[in-house]
Structures are given as structure tokens and as C-alpha cells.
């Protein structure tokens, strides 16, 4: 009789534990607004852009391309980019995938990722080569000779301050038509 008594106290105690870390974890930390309140950084204070995208002096068999992004961090919390994966159009045709950073997979030893302080900014650049397989002379000649327009779509992994507080964001963009 006494066990059971033991075992539903316990109980009891477990479930008033998880209600306090239920509730409390989703509260502000002190000093800190709460999102959408006047003053609070906004949902999203990492802006990603597209720096540019330079491609470079053609060969016969390649084409070189730099692509260069930009996060500016408008809020006054630090923000962490986890990735930043993209993939590369030219006149509609998927040239290149990327991804700048990395995705967590399986148990995590370290982290690589991107810390932007509150109104900071980084630049993130890549670059890629673009063969020349001859199976199509005119979208070469086009590349070759600048006249194609580039499209970049992205998706960006980003949270405010802590990994482990949660708020994890996954944003899609798209950038372009730009022409060459």
C-alpha cells in the first residue's frame, strides 16, 4: 500500500516537472521582448541575399563561376546559419547544386556554423566549374559569351541565438532572373 502511495507521488512530481518545463520554456528569457512585441528583434532577423554571381573567363571545356551571398543579422541576438544549400539556372537549366555549410546528420561532434552577432553581417562564396559536354553548342556559345540569364534558388537553416533553445528556421529564396 505504501509503495503505491511512493509511486503516485512520484508520478505527480514528474508530471508537475514537465508542466514547469513545458511552460517556462516557452516564455522569453529575461530581458528579452517577446516576438512580435514592440522592440523585439523580428521572427526573422536573418536576411540572405545575393552578393553576385561572376562568371569567369570561358575555356573550351569550362566555364568558371564565383557566387557570393550575404546574411546581415537585422536582429539584436546573435543568429546561427546552419546552411545555406542553393541550386544554380542558366537560361532555365539547372547548372550546379551547392550547399555552403553543413547539415547535422546522426550524432554531431562539432558544429560549422556561421555565427552572425545582432546587426552584423557575413559574406558566404562558393565557386563552381561548368563542363562543356558538347552535347549542346548554342547553350555554350551563350554561356560562353555572357548571354544567359541566371536564376539562384536557395534555402537557408537559421536560428536566433541557441541551437539547442529551438527556433530553428528553414527559408526558401529565389533570386533572379539576373542577366549576365
Given at each position: 500500500?505504501?509503495?503505491?502511495?511512493?509511486?503516485?507521488?512520484?508520478?505527480?512530481?514528474?508530471?508537475?516537472?514537465?508542466?514547469?518545463v513545458?511552460?517556462?520554456?516557452?516564455?522569453?528569457?529575461?530581458?528579452?521582448?517577446?516576438?512580435?512585441?514592440?522592440g523585439?528583434?523580428?521572427?526573422?532577423?536573418?536576411?540572405i541575399?545575393l552578393?553576385?554571381?561572376?562568371?569567369?573567363?570561358?575555356?573550351?571545356?569550362?566555364?568558371?563561376?564565383?557566387?557570393?551571398?550575404?546574411?546581415?543579422?537585422?536582429?539584436?541576438?546573435?543568429?546561427?546559419?546552419?546552411?545555406?544549400?542553393?541550386?544554380?539556372?542558366?537560361?532555365?537549366?539547372?547548372?550546379?547544386?551547392?550547399?555552403?555549410?553543413?547539415?547535422?546528420?546522426?550524432?554531431?561532434?562539432?558544429?560549422?556554423?556561421?555565427?552572425?552577432?545582432?546587426?552584423?553581417?557575413?559574406?558566404?562564396?562558393?565557386?563552381?566549374?561548368?563542363?562543356?559536354?558538347?552535347?549542346?553548342?548554342?547553350?555554350w556559345?551563350?554561356?560562353?559569351?555572357?548571354?544567359?540569364?541566371?536564376?539562384?534558388?536557395?534555402?537557408?537553416?537559421?536560428?536566433q541565438?541557441?541551437?539547442?533553445?529551438?527556433?530553428?528556421?528553414?527559408?526558401?529564396?529565389?533570386?533572379?532572373?539576373?542577366?549576365?
Amino acid at each position: 500500500m505504501i509503495s503505491k502511495i511512493l509511486v503516485a507521488a512520484a508520478v505527480v512530481c514528474l508530471a508537475a516537472a514537465l508542466a514547469a518545463v513545458a511552460l517556462y520554456g516557452q516564455q522569453a528569457a529575461p530581458g528579452e521582448a517577446p516576438e512580435g512585441a514592440p522592440g523585439a528583434p523580428p521572427a526573422g532577423g536573418l536576411e540572405i541575399t545575393l552578393e553576385s554571381i561572376s562568371p569567369g573567363t570561358p575555356t573550351a571545356r569550362a566555364l568558371g563561376v564565383e557566387i557570393a551571398f550575404g546574411a546581415e543579422n537585422r536582429g539584436e541576438t546573435t543568429a546561427l546559419l546552419q546552411y545555406l544549400s542553393y541550386s544554380v539556372m542558366a537560361d532555365g537549366r539547372r547548372v550546379h547544386a551547392g550547399i555552403i555549410g553543413e547539415r547535422p546528420e546522426g550524432f554531431v561532434a562539432s558544429s560549422n556554423f556561421v555565427t552572425i552577432v545582432g546587426g552584423g553581417s557575413a559574406s558566404l562564396t562558393d565557386s563552381f566549374s561548368i563542363r562543356n559536354t558538347g552535347a549542346d553548342p548554342e547553350f555554350w556559345e551563350a554561356l560562353s559569351s555572357g548571354r544567359v540569364e541566371w536564376t539562384v534558388r536557395a534555402e537557408a537553416s537559421h536560428s536566433q541565438s541557441s541551437m539547442v533553445a529551438g527556433g530553428e528556421r528553414l527559408e526558401a529564396l529565389e533570386f533572379g532572373p539576373i542577366v549576365s
